[in-house]
């Protein structure tokens, strides 16, 4: 079965970091462009990043520029969101995603972030 | 950036009823639309690509429309299993932007 997990969520105080991941099973990982979106509380989904299949062509959305870093393991068939000085309306639920030529396929059921002191 | 505006936000509905539910995007993404289901607790499920595709699996019943600037997704004979929130996503370019949901509550 294609699987997409996420982790790494949890309580941050505004300024900290956090490292979400996300692990691929059910297909060849390496094989594919990810990305990560998340959804705050009330609102409507954000894109916030891209990485190619290689990790050598990366975007990220301005909101998360310069804060946050995404990477990928092929080896482990793994995905990572580095998030640094967090703020409060980062708190959201992150999701991780598959793409194909024709968008995003597969998602993850998402992890829980929350920065508050 | 491309902005889609998604409506209606909340919609009820009977079974039987065939519901519409409009995505409107602020500049020309060709037919680089998808759409997608999601029910509470669970993954995004992927239901229309490329505007007008049912993804693997999609029952006939989700049908999708349009191109350019306006896009709709018609579900047929809705059942109480299409309770969710669904949600469109221009993959046009970058960055991706997302309609703001709508809701579909089965009576």
């Known amino acids: 079965e294609v699987q997409l997990v996420e982790s790494g969520g949890g309580l941050v105080q505004p300024g900290g970091s956090l490292r979400l991941s996300c692990t691929a099973s059910g297909f060849t990982f390496s094989s594919f462009e990810m990305n990560w979106v998340r959804q705050a509380p009330g609102k409507g989904l954000e894109w916030l990043a891209y990485?190619?299949?290689?990790?050598?062509?990366?975007y990220y959305a301005d909101s998360v520029k310069g804060r946050f870093t995404i990477s990928r393991d092929n080896a482990k068939s793994s995905l990572n969101l580095q998030m640094n000085s967090l703020r409060a309306e980062d708190t959201a639920v992150y999701f991780c995603?598959?793409?194909?030529?024709?968008?995003?396929?597969?998602w993850g059921r998402g992890t829980a972030v929350t920065v508050s002191s | 950036d491309t902005t889609l505006t998604q409506s209606p936000a909340f919609m009820s509905a009977t079974p039987g009823d065939k519901v519409n539910i409009s995505c409107k995007a602020s500049q020309d993404i060709d037919d680089n639309m998808n759409w997608y289901q999601r029910k509470p607790g669970g993954a995004a499920v992927f239901i229309i690509q490329e505007s007008t595709t049912r993804a693997p699996g999609i029952p006939p019943r989700f049908s999708g429309s349009g191109s350019g600037t306006d896009f709709t997704l018609t579900i047929a004979n809705v059942e109480s299993g299409d309770a969710a929130y669904y949600f469109c996503l221009q993959h046009d370019h970058f960055p991706y932007t997302f309609g703001q949901g709508t809701t579909l509550e089965i009576k």
């Open positions: 990485t190619s299949r290689t990790g050598s062509v990366i």
């Open positions: 995603a598959r793409e194909k030529s024709y968008g995003l396929d597969v």
